[in-house]
């Protein structure tokens, strides 16, 4: 029996790696990779390495077991069909017989067209029959946090979600989850809405980063519109633009802002505050 975790070289994939290290031989833990040269610290460290890759279905024969526990990262390839790039790892993963088939999904909250995908991968899990669980990952502090360059130069948060609230949470956090859905038991046929412990407001957001930074640090409540047009401008694909201004709208109307305590109750601890977070990306 393995632990199989997809993405393993992403960045919450290196998380779930490395924690499941401190919980399991590594020898157990199988990281399925695209690029195997980015994953030579594990194989160094004894962690099976799988090449494989979401578009090419013949790469994933063979490579689940039965009685295996497999955690499919959900793919950031928004313009290849990321729900069929999902069911080539499922249909693999059913065929094998594996024991548990976790998946990286969204709030149930959240209706932006992010989501979209997401609701269609878990019906494909759900009609496949496949024991699973449905880990409703939050946002990530470090959607904001690793994107501090832009901020700090020009002093301004700027985002569509006017006075909206996000209960975000490390990558870290969510990492523990799945490391303990993947080492625990009964937790087949289940789905967590996962979470930070708290909500926090990007007028917040802007305070805390002039308080770290003791620079002044405003937040720009712009349009839908103009956050589009501004991450175009900055070289996002126009669709892939839309689609995160969109989640800005989700948060406006406090989609992002549901706390659960599902986080903290599978890790056994409280989720990292934005603070910490914080403090982290400016010591990088």
Do not use: C
Not at 1 to 6: E, K, L, N, R
Not at 96 to 111: C, I, Q, R
Not at 141 to 152: D, G, K, M, W
């Amino acid at each position: 029996m393995s632990i199989v975790v997809t993405g393993a070289t992403g960045h919450l994939g290196r998380h779930v790696v490395e924690q499941l290290l401190e919980k399991v031989p590594a020898e157990q833990i199988t990281a399925v990779v695209r690029t195997p040269e980015k994953a030579a610290g594990f194989a160094e460290r004894g962690v099976r390495i799988a090449v494989a890759d979401y578009n090419d279905p013949e790469t994933f024969d063979g490579l689940f077991a039965a009685g295996d526990r497999v955690l499919l990262i959900s793919g950031n390839e928004f313009d290849k069909g990321r729900t069929g790039q999902h069911r080539i790892v499922l249909d693999a993963a059913r065929a094998a017989g594996v024991a548990l088939f976790a998946y990286t999904s969204a709030p149930g909250s959240l209706t932006a067209a992010l989501a979209d995908d997401h609701r269609d991968t878990e019906e494909a899990i759900l009609a496949s029959g496949v024991p699973h669980v449905l880990l409703r990952n939050g946002w990530y502090s470090e959607n904001y946090t690793e994107q501090l360059a832009p901020v700090l130069e020009h002093g301004a948060v700027v985002a569509a979600a006017g006075e909206g609230r996000v209960a975000s949470a490390a990558r870290a956090d969510y990492a523990a989850a799945a490391v303990a859905v993947l080492t625990g038991e009964g937790h087949e046929n289940t789905t967590y809405e996962l979470s930070g412990d708290t909500a926090w407001g990007f007028a917040e957001y802007a305070a805390e980063l002039s308080r770290q930074t003791g620079r002044e640090i405003a937040y720009n409540a712009v349009s839908v519109e103009a956050l589009t047009g501004i991450l175009t401008g900055a070289g996002l694909p126009a669709p892939l633009a839309a689609i995160l201004a969109g989640v800005d709208a989700s948060i406006e109307k406090g989609e992002l802002a549901v706390t659960t305590g599902d986080l903290s109750r599978l890790t056994g601890r409280p989720t990292t505050p934005l603070a910490e977070s914080i403090t982290l990306a400016l010591k990088g």
